[in-house]
C-alpha cells in the first residue's frame, strides 16, 4: 500500500513537470512553432513510458527484461533536466518583466541561436545526469585518526552497489579492478549490494571473491536485500562467496573490532532484526571498534558511543537534487563525516550504484578508501 501512494505521488509530479515543460518550453520557443502537436504526443508518451516503469519495475514476475529496464530507467532523465531548464527560463523572464523589457523584440536569428543553445544544453545534462549514475564511481580517499588503534589501516568501502537489472557483471568487475589497485587491508560492504532476485547473480556473484585484500571482505545486509527475500540472498552470498557476513556480530582481529548491525528493515520483516545487544556480549572495548550499518538512522536510534566509527550508505547522498532535503529529514544523516560526541564518528557514502531512475544529480557515486592512523 506505502508503495502504491508512493507511486500515485511520483507521477502526479511527473506529470506536471512534463505539463509545465510543455507550456512554458514547448509552446514559448519560436524554434517550435509548427510542432506544439508532436512535442505534446512526445512528452504523453513520455510519461506513459515512466508510469509503465514505476509500475512494473517491482513487479515480482519481472516482465522488463534488463536491456528494456536500462533504457526506461534512463527516460526520467529528460523530464528532469527540462523542468530545471525551464524553470530557469521562466525565472529569467521574471527578471525581464521586472526591468520592463520583457516586451522587446529580439532579433529572429539570436532568439532561434538562443532556443538551440538552450535545448543543446538541456541534451547536454540529461547526458550528464544518466551518465554520472552509471559510470564507476571515482576513488574518494578519506584520512582518519583512530584512538589506541595500534596499527594503519586502509579500508575500501562500498555501499549500495545494487547489482540487478542495471548495473551487472561488468559494472561489479571494474568496482572490483579499482579497489585492488588500492591495495586494502581490508574491504567493507555496507549493504544494497543485491537488488534483484538472487537467482540472477548466481553466474557471477562469485566475483565478490576477487576482492584482494590481507584480512578478508566484511558484509551487512541492506534495506533492499530485505525485498529479494534476505533468506534467500544470505544463502546466495554464503554459498558462492567467502565475505565475513555479519549478523548483529562482532569479529575480533586482534588489534580491532568490525561489529556488523543488522539493518532496520528487519524490524518491519521480522528477520534478522538490528540487536546492538548482541554485538556488545562480545565487543572488546580496550580495542578500537568499528561498526557497520547500512542506514545512518542507527546512529539516531541506538547508543552507540562504544564505537569508535560507524560507516553507513544507504542515502546516496541524495542521489538527485534537491531530494537530499527529505533524506536529511528521515534518514538525518546524508553524506560525509560526522562527529557524532568526541569519541565515535560516522561516515556516511554516496555508494557506489544506485536506485531507480539512472539519474545523478548533485550526488557523485564513490568508493571510499579509508586510511586509518591511531592517536
Given at each position: 500500500m506505502m508503495y502504491l501512494?508512493?507511486?500515485?505521488?511520483?507521477?502526479?509530479?511527473?506529470?506536471?513537470?512534463?505539463?509545465?515543460?510543455?507550456?512554458?518550453?514547448?509552446?514559448?520557443?519560436?524554434?517550435?512553432?509548427?510542432?506544439?502537436?508532436?512535442?505534446?504526443?512526445?512528452?504523453?508518451?513520455?510519461?506513459?513510458?515512466?508510469?509503465?516503469?514505476?509500475?512494473?519495475r517491482r513487479n515480482q514476475y519481472e516482465y522488463l527484461n534488463d536491456s528494456l529496464y536500462e533504457i526506461l530507467a534512463m527516460l526520467y532523465a529528460p523530464t528532469y533536466c527540462l523542468f530545471f531548464v525551464t524553470l530557469i527560463l521562466d525565472f529569467i523572464r521574471l527578471v525581464l518583466a521586472l526591468l520592463g523589457r520583457i516586451d522587446r523584440k529580439y532579433n529572429i536569428f539570436l532568439r532561434l541561436l538562443f532556443e538551440t543553445g538552450v535545448i543543446a544544453i538541456s541534451a547536454f545534462l540529461t547526458y550528464a545526469s544518466v551518465n554520472s549514475a552509471l559510470k564507476i564511481p571515482e576513488i574518494k580517499t578519506l584520512n582518519l585518526q583512530i584512538a589506541n588503534l595500534k596499527k594503519d589501516l586502509k579500508i575500501a568501502v562500498l555501499t549500495d552497489i545494487h547489482l540487478g537489472k542495471n548495473l551487472h557483471e561488468n559494472f561489479l568487475d571494474q568496482i572490483i579492478n579499482k579497489v585492488n589497485l588500492e591495495k586494502p587491508d581490508m574491504v567493507f560492504i555496507i549493504g544494497d549490494l543485491i537488488d534483484v532476485n538472487p537467482e540472477h547473480l548466481k553466474s557471477y556473484i562469485s566475483k565478490i571473491n576477487d576482492l584482494n585484500s590481507t584480512y578478508g571482505t566484511f558484509y551487512v545486509v541492506g534495506n533492499h536485500e530485505y525485498y529479494h527475500g534476505i533468506n534467500k540472498v544470505l544463502n546466495l552470498l554464503k554459498t558462492y562467496t567467502k565475505m565475513k557476513i555479519l549478523l548483529n556480530q562482532n569479529e575480533d582481529l586482534g588489534f580491532v573490532n568490525i561489529a556488523g548491525l543488522s539493518d532496520l528493515a528487519g524490524i518491519g520483516k521480522g528477520l534478522y532484526a538490528p540487536n546492538l545487544e548482541r554485538i556488545k556480549a562480545d565487543l572488546n572495548t580496550s580495542k578500537p571498534s568499528i561498526l557497520l550499518t547500512h542506514q545512518p538512522k542507527a546512529a539516531l536510534l541506538y547508543n552507540l558511543k562504544d564505537f569508535d566509527l560507524i560507516l553507513s550508505g544507504h542515502t546516496h547522498g541524495g542521489q538527485i537534487f534537491p531530494f537530499m532535503l527529505l533524506v536529511k529529514l528521515q534518514q538525518g544523516f546524508v553524506y560525509g563525516l560526522y562527529n557524532l560526541n568526541q569519541k565515535t564518528k560516522l561516515y556516511v557514502s554516496s555508494g557506489a550504484g544506485f536506485w531507480g531512475p539512472s539519474l545523478r544529480v548533485f550526488a557523485p557515486s564513490e568508493i571510499v578508501i579509508l586510511n586509518l592512523k591511531g592517536k
Open positions: 501512494f508512493f507511486c500515485f505521488i511520483v507521477l502526479i509530479i511527473l506529470g506536471s513537470l512534463n505539463l509545465y515543460i510543455y507550456k512554458r518550453l514547448i509552446k514559448k520557443f519560436l524554434l517550435f512553432k509548427y510542432f506544439h502537436k508532436l512535442f505534446a504526443f512526445v512528452l504523453a508518451i513520455l510519461f506513459l513510458v515512466q508510469i509503465i516503469f514505476l509500475i512494473l
